[in-house]
C-alpha cells in the first residue's frame, strides 16, 4: 500500500511510523525545511517547556513508557518534568530517524496543491502516487484582522514563522513597548521569547476577557471519576459542583477519558453556545503551563514588564512616536496606549475559510472535502475519514490532529493525537 502524508509535524511523523511498522510505502510531504518538528517544537528556547509532564508524551500510544524513558536516560529529570519543547524535538526527530532507517518512508520538501484519484501533486510538478492520502497539516497561523488598522509595517502576524521570529527578536533590541493581541498560551511563548532576548518594554496584552492560561501544581493532583457524557448544562453543573469539593484541576482532568464521546454527544447549538461562551475558560483551565513558566510570567506582571487588559481594540492609527491604540476595556472605560508593534499572540486560525492551504481549498472545491459545520476543521466520521460535500466518507482520505476539532475537539495535543494515529492506521491499511 501507498500513503501519502501531508505535514510532517508530531501528527505526520508519528503517521509515517505507524503506517511503515505495517508494512505500507510511505511518503511524507512536508513544506519547510525540517520535519518531525512543527509549528510547537521548532523553537529553540529553553524557557518553552511541555505544557505536559513527561510521563504523559509519549509519541506512541502502544508504549507508554516511551518519551518518559528517553528523558531518564537522557538525563532531563523524570516523570514529572516539563522538559523543553526543543528536546522533545530532539526525540521525535529519533523516532524519524528509525522510520526512515526501514526504507518504506521516503521525505519529500514540498507544497501540495491538489490530489485526485490516486495522485498527489506538488507546486513543483511533482506527482506521487497512492492509495491513501493523510492530511495532517497541524494548526495553521492566523491573522490580525484587518479592521484593527494595523499597517504591515508594524504587525507580526505569524510570531513562530521564520521571520516573525526574526522580527521578535528585531523589536526586542528596540525601544518601546509592544501589544500582544492574546493572552493565551501563543501570548505566554511570546513574552518569554522576548524576555530572553532582553526586551527592556513593556509588553501590554489584551483579550476580550483577559484570561491568561493557569498553572500546573508542583505534584499532579488524584484524579476523579469521569462524570461521562452529559447534556451542556448539566456538564457545567457538574464541573463546578466537583470543584467546589476538591481541587479544581482534578475536576478539569476527569473530564479527560470521555471529552471526545461528551463533545460527539451535544447537538450543534450546544458546540456553538460552548464555543462563544465557555471556550476562553476552558482554554485556560484545561491547557495549563509549566510552573517555572507560571513564576516567570507572575513575575513579570508582579514588576509591570507585562500588563494583562481585558478589553477589544476599538483603533489603531500611526503617528510620529509609533502606533497608538486605543482599547475599549471590559466593564467600560477606554484606554489609549503607545506601542511600536502589534504582535498576534491569537493562536492557530479558527475559521476554515481563511485557511490558506493550497491543498485544502483544492479539495473543498473538487468537493472530496468540506468544512464541518463549526467551520474549525473539515469534516470528518468517526474514524476520522473526510467527507465529501455530499457527505459521503471518502475510503482513501484520512486528517489528524488539528483539522478534525470538529468532530472530536479534543484532538490538538500529543495524548490526544496518538490513539487518533493508531486508529487511522490500523482502519486505513
Not at 521516503?106 to 513543483?124: K, Q, S, T
Not at 514588564?305 to 512616536?321: K, N, T
Request: hydrophobic fraction near 40%; aromatic fraction near 6%; charged fraction near 25%.
Amino acid at each position: 500500500m501507498r500513503v501519502a502524508i501531508v505535514g510532517g509535524g508530531y501528527s505526520g511523523t508519528i503517521a509515517a511510523a505507524a503506517f511503515a511498522r505495517r508494512g505500507a510505502e510511505v511518503t511524507l510531504v512536508e513544506k519547510a525545511e525540517r520535519f518531525a518538528a512543527g509549528a510547537a517544537y521548532s523553537t529553540s528556547e529553553p524557557s518553552h517547556l511541555l505544557n505536559v509532564r513527561a510521563r504523559s508524551m509519549s509519541a506512541l500510544d502502544e508504549a507508554p513508557r516511551h518519551f518518559r524513558d528517553w528523558v531518564e536516560r537522557e538525563g532531563l529529570g523524570g516523570g514529572d518534568t516539563f522538559v523543553p519543547r526543543r528536546d522533545y524535538r530532539r526525540y521525535l526527530a529519533g523516532i524519524w530517524e528509525e522510520a526512515l532507517a526501514t526504507g518504506r518512508v521516503r521525505a519529500l520538501h514540498g507544497v501540495a496543491v491538489a490530489a485526485a484519484e490516486g495522485r498527489l501533486e506538488l507546486a513543483d510538478g511533482t506527482r506521487i502516487g497512492l492509495d491513501r492520502l493523510v492530511l495532517a497539516g497541524g494548526n495553521y497561523p492566523s491573522r490580525l484582522p484587518l479592521g484593527l488598522g494595523v499597517p504591515p509595517s508594524r504587525a507580526v502576524d505569524d510570531p513562530w514563522g521564520p521571520q516573525g521570529s526574526e522580527r521578535l527578536r528585531a523589536l526586542a533590541a528596540q525601544a518601546g513597548d509592544l501589544l500582544l493581541v492574546g493572552t493565551g498560551l501563543t501570548m505566554v511563548d511570546v513574552c518569554l521569547t522576548l524576555d530572553e532576548a532582553g526586551f527592556t518594554g513593556r509588553m501590554i496584552a489584551t483579550s476580550r476577557r483577559g484570561l491568561v492560561p493557569r498553572r500546573h501544581v508542583e505534584a499532579g493532583d488524584e484524579p476523579l471519576p469521569s462524570p461521562g457524557p452529559l447534556p451542556l448544562r448539566s456538564l457545567v453543573r457538574e464541573v463546578r459542583g466537583t470543584a467546589r469539593r476538591a481541587p479544581w484541576r482534578a475536576a478539569v482532568d476527569a473530564l479527560r477519558a470521555d471529552s471526545v464521546a461528551i463533545w460527539r454527544g451535544w447537538s450543534e447549538p450546544e458546540r456553538r453556545r460552548f464555543l462563544r461562551h465557555l471556550r476562553p475558560w476552558w482554554d485556560v483551565h484545561r491547557h495549563r503551563i509549566a510552573p517555572p513558566v507560571a513564576s516567570r510570567i507572575e513575575t513579570m506582571r508582579r514588576e509591570q514588564r507585562l500588563e494583562v487588559i481585558a478589553g477589544r481594540i476599538s483603533f489603531a492609527e500611526e503617528g510620529a512616536g509609533g502606533l497608538g491604540v486605543s482599547i475599549r476595556r471590559r466593564g467600560g472605560g477606554e484606554e489609549r496606549v503607545q506601542v511600536s508593534a502589534v504582535v498576534n499572540c491569537t493562536g492557530p486560525e479558527g475559521d476554515l475559510s481563511r485557511v490558506e492551504d493550497p491543498l485544502v481549498r483544492q479539495l473543498i472545491a473538487s468537493g472530496q472535502a468540506r468544512p464541518d459545520p463549526l467551520r474549525i476543521g473539515l469534516d470528518v466520521d468517526a474514524q476520522s475519514r473526510v467527507l465529501s460535500s455530499a457527505g459521503w466518507a471518502s475510503e482513501t482520505l484520512y486528517a489528524l490532529g488539528p483539522l478534525t476539532r470538529g468532530a472530536f475537539w479534543e484532538m490538538v495535543a500529543v495524548p490526544d493525537i496518538r490513539g487518533q494515529i493508531e486508529r487511522v492506521a490500523a482502519a486505513a491499511y
